[in-house]
């Protein structure tokens, strides 16, 4: 049985994070980030405070999109920009014909996560789908990756693969999500891979 995350592992979340920062900063400053620049700093492991705080934005501007992102992040009408990797059916359609898969992600809204599912049309592909608290993914996640006995666990950020050590899972990173390749190896991410396709040799 394999787990893998969702965000970032099969759905491309760029434009849905981009978009939100910037509505929220438009709101707050009148002023909208370069995409490109704000997923270029995310893949390096910067998050929204980090970014922010680098472009000497106010503290008090921060503090406010602390609190508004979580808010509107998993609104569903943000949720809608979210799209499955060209890759992804594919590989599923091949690893649920060799092994069992479940899903492992972290989201506050559980209700929408599934909708999501449900549209993007991903839901028969797992056996089970498992939501942890963002605050507490990686803790969460080791002990669902090691109680259910987990072979593998496939995800693209240093959350994945700290549940996976936590866990003594067998981790595969995959660089086309929210980390680059070179922040995947800065934090010794031994098997890393452009996306999930790669992951059907270990199958």
């Known amino acids: 049985m394999i787990m893998l995350d969702f965000d970032g592992t099969l759905v491309d979340c760029r434009q849905r994070q981009a978009t939100?920062?910037?509505?929220?900063?438009?709101?707050?400053?009148?002023?909208e980030l370069d995409e490109n620049y704000m997923w270029q700093m995310k893949r390096a492991g910067n998050t929204n405070i980090?970014?922010?705080?680098?472009?000497k934005y106010p503290e008090k501007t921060i503090k406010s999109l602390r609190r508004l992102?979580?808010?509107?992040?998993?609104?569903?009408?943000?949720?809608?920009?979210d799209q499955c990797f060209p890759w992804s059916y594919e590989f599923l359609e091949f690893a649920s014909q060799k092994t069992t898969i479940s899903l492992l992600t972290a989201r506050q809204n559980e209700v929408a996560l599934f909708r999501q599912l449900e549209k993007l049309q991903l839901t028969k592909y797992f056996k089970d789908i498992f939501v942890v608290r963002p605050e507490t993914a990686a803790k969460s996640k080791s002990e669902i990756l090691r109680?259910?006995?987990?072979?593998?666990?496939?995800?693209?950020?240093?959350?994945?693969?700290?549940?996976s050590m936590l866990s003594e899972t067998d981790f595969y990173a995959v660089s086309c999500g929210q980390r680059s390749h070179k922040f995947l190896s800065s934090i010794?991410?031994?098997?890393?891979?452009p996306n999930i396709l790669s992951l059907k040799k270990h199958l």
């Not at 939100?20 to 707050?28: D, E, F, G, R, T």
């Not at 980090?50 to 472009?55: D, T």
């Open 69 to 81: 992102w979580q808010i509107e992040i998993e609104a569903e009408n943000w949720l809608n920009l």
């Open 188 to 193: 010794k991410c031994n098997n890393i891979y």
């Open 20 to 31: 939100v920062l910037n509505h929220i900063l438009k709101k707050l400053e009148d002023k």
């Open 50 to 55: 980090q970014i922010l705080k680098k472009l």
């Open 147 to 163: 109680s259910n006995g987990a072979e593998l666990m496939c995800g693209d950020t240093e959350t994945d693969a700290k549940a």
